[in-house]
């Protein structure tokens, strides 16, 4: 989980997985990976299961019944011609805007990190390993974006389908699988549509977006970013916006994370091309 936490950066999730793609590429390792999208997360989450995990992860029940009272037992109206309606118990979900509602939401997929986990100890369940003494890779979330990445065997689908249907059942949460696809790198294309045919989810191809950027790019691409090509660059035309970059502090600019050599695309930049344009 990459979400929400002090010290880890949502590229984490990106580059864990573009590194893991692209091993098994090098290496024709048999692997999909799943991409699980969400049905309404958020409003979903069942109370007592929330309850339930921060009881178990060691929180003191003090602080489990002020979570209680921050988040549960709320209740809702709506508007019909301009006059607010009844209000109506709600019995699950989380609510949007609320600034617990982001530590809550990790704290229930938490769940889901916990089956893959006891799958993995159990050997029931076989993610990739990319060498050396590390663990496999078998899960990747940020927030309600989740991959799911294993060996493509039938028992690794048996395993996830219910591994996914028990987290459906003690969460409340519900997984969109007509909108999830299934990705298969190294094995035909007939384990592919078998795959996705016993999931009920759609079959994906490389390259595919995660969080918004490419997964299984073969080969490195540069991005061409411009004063027009991103949103308010185009204030640095200006001679007033170039001395501003001018008087940036030379560690930012030659220390900043603005170079992924081995990452799924590759950015350069220098404090030249920040003030003559294009970096």
């Known amino acids: 989980q ?5 010290g880890r950066h949502m590229l984490e999730s990106v580059l864990v997985a573009s590194e893991a793609i692209d091993y098994a590429q090098k290496y024709k390792k048999s692997i999909f990976v799943m991409k699980i999208d969400y049905e309404k997360a958020y409003d979903s989450v069942e109370w007592d299961y929330l309850l339930f995990m921060l009881r178990g992860c060691g929180f003191h029940e003090r602080w489990v019944r002020w979570m209680e009272a921050c988040v549960c037992g709320r209740s809702l109206s709506t508007l019909v011609n301009g006059s607010p309606t009844t209000e109506v ?57 989740t991959l799911i990445i294993g060996e493509a065997t039938m028992q690794n689908l048996w395993c996830l389908k219910a591994i996914l249907r028990c987290f459906e059942l003690i969460s409340g949460m519900k997984i969109n699988f007509h909108k999830s696809c ?44 411009g004063p027009n090509s991103l949103p308010g660059m185009g204030r640095f035309k200006s001679e007033t916006g170039r001395s501003r970059i001018k008087n940036l ?23 030249s091309g920040l003030e003559n344009g294009p970096f």
């Open 89 to 145: 118990s709600m019995g699950r979900g989380l609510k949007q805007g609320d600034p617990l509602a982001p530590s809550m939401f990790l704290i229930a997929a938490e769940g889901l990190r916990l089956l893959m986990s006891r799958a993995l100890e159990m050997n029931l369940f076989k993610g990739l390993h990319l060498g050396g003494e590390g663990p496999p890779i078998s899960l990747l979330q940020f927030a309600d974006d």
């Open 2 to 6: 990459s979400a929400f936490i002090p």
């Open 249 to 271: 502090p030379k560690n930012v600019i030659e220390n900043g994370p603005f170079r992924l050599e081995n990452g799924p695309f590759r950015l350069e930049n220098s404090r």
């Open 182 to 225: 299934v990705v298969g790198i190294h094995y035909g294309a007939d384990f592919t549509n078998l795959a996705a045919t016993f999931l009920h989810c759609k079959v994906g191809q490389l390259p595919f977006k995660h969080l918004g950027l490419p997964l299984g790019v073969t080969a490195q691409f540069s991005l061409g970013l």
